[in-house]
């Protein structure tokens, strides 16, 4: 069974006995229902789960009048079996962005306080055509990603201490015993192949098979495709999926910039741009902005014309290259500049699935590039990956500033410290 850390999430709001209802973002097929049910059973007697896809029919009972006696009316009209204990049964209104006035309705279920709610939606970051009061105040936002590569590591066998006990190497001041960090890299290139999708996931702990993961990834990728198709705006449908399938190209050009004459020859911003933004309300994708000064805070220099943009599971995004790409991952034969994108993506997944907001510095003159800044105590902390061993002359640039007290050399290498450089392994990313 998948060990998620969200589940102590959940566990942490129960505790508190917090007035709001927790309603869990994630792209579909991340894992959402599977966590919600599983924390129902652990945690409460009766369990009354509503998916507002499966069951339309449903939607009617939040058509009208609000009141939770008035719900649970409706609710026991339709399922016969749902059983409403005071402090002892978990409603789960799943899919929630199909029936906008459940959402709403959390207002009225958090103020009754008798019964516990989580609704979860994979598509809660667009408009809609209709309408939706969303109950500030009383909605407790979660984001659930696929899982991360220490999740990743759980699943296939990695105890939780030895992947803490990396935690020791963070200062590169320590050697990493080479029969760990060869370990750990041969991990590091199954996450890369296998990603985070629990269905995928769960396939490669059973059967050890990449073809079976692959084609699993090739269906959640035509599913997305359908989500598009059924979801996105007739204007957006057809400029989204191209947008969504550009990006293997747009991270394999020398200039990782998304440029929307990738997407369709002389493609504009003007064009394309919403339907950017829907795919990343979805989920689908994640978005790293270029900032004029690697300087604090990093929001303030962001020039919002100016991104790369990540698929938001790196298996999924390996899988878009093909069965062969994976096989030359996993032999550490890969080569060319379809690397350097990849290995950035890798570390762009392992940074957003921590909740990092994703920054990058690239000169104007394409002098100095950093792919990734982060924010640690009020300072820039820059990170240079290197898919292959290699100087790191824009990191030594940047480290100049006395302002940057330290940054990361991210690589295949082992660990290692040079004044204010800390080279680390790839797989350490995680512990920055």
């Known amino acids: 069974m998948l060990q998620r850390k969200i589940m102590s999430v959940l566990q942490n709001w129960k505790k508190s006995e917090s007035k709001e209802c927790p309603i869990i973002h994630g792209v579909r097929q991340c894992g959402k229902t599977f966590i919600v049910r599983r924390f129902a059973e652990e945690n409460y007697e009766h369990f009354i789960e509503i998916n507002f896809i499966e069951r339309p029919e449903m939607k009617q009972v939040f058509a009208g009048n609000l009141t939770v006696d008035n719900l649970i009316k409706g609710i026991i ?84 201490d030895q992947i803490e006990g990396l935690s020791l190497y963070i200062s590169g001041q320590k050697t990493i015993p080479d029969y760990i960090h060869d370990i750990f890299l041969e991990h590091l290139r199954e996450f890369m192949v296998v990603g985070g999708m629990p269905e995928a996931v769960n396939e490669f702990v059973k059967s050890s098979n990449y073809q079976n993961v692959h084609q699993i990834q090739q269906k959640i990728l035509r599913d997305y495709q359908d989500d598009i198709a059924k979801y996105a705006e007739n204007a957006d449908r057809i400029k989204a999926r191209a947008c969504y399938l550009s990006i293997p190209r747009q991270l394999t050009k020398e200039n990782h910039k998304f440029q929307y004459s990738v997407v369709e020859k002389k493609g504009t911003a003007r064009k394309f741009e919403s339907s950017l933004d829907w795919l990343l309300g979805a989920g689908m994708i994640v978005k790293s902005y270029n900032v004029s000064l690697p300087e604090f805070p990093l929001m303030a220099y962001v020039k919002e014309d100016l991104f790369r943009v990540y698929l938001s599971d790196i298996g999924l995004f390996t899988s878009m290259f093909g069965y062969q790409m994976k096989e030359a991952i996993l032999n550490d034969t890969l080569v060319g500049p379809a690397k350097g994108g990849l290995y950035e993506s890798l570390v762009a997944d392992i940074f957003y699935k921590k909740g990092e907001n994703l920054y990058y510095f690239k000169k104007d003159d394409s002098s100095l590039e950093i792919e990734f800044l982060l924010e640690r105590s009020a300072s820039v902390v820059p990170v240079e990956v290197k898919a292959n061993k290699g100087s790191t002359r824009s990191l030594n640039e940047l480290l100049k500033n006395d302002r940057i007290k330290k940054g990361y050399k991210l690589t295949s290498q082992n660990a290692g410290i040079a004044e204010k450089k800390i080279t680390l392994p790839l797989y350490l990313a995680s512990k920055i």
């Not at 959390?106 to 969303?134: C, P, Q, T």
Request: proline share 6%; charged share 25%; hydrophobic share 45%.
């Open 77 to 160: 009209l339709y399922m016969k079996d749902a059983i409403f204990v005071p402090g002892k049964t978990l409603l789960f209104l799943d899919e929630i962005q199909d029936c906008p006035q459940a959402r709403t309705s959390l207002k009225f279920w958090a103020d009754d306080g008798r019964f516990d709610v989580i609704a979860s939606g994979s598509l809660l970051g667009m408009s809609y055509k209709e309408e939706v009061s969303i109950p500030v105040g009383y909605e407790l936002p979660i984001d659930m990603y696929p899982l991360d590569f220490e999740e990743f590591l759980q699943a296939v066998g990695v105890e939780k």
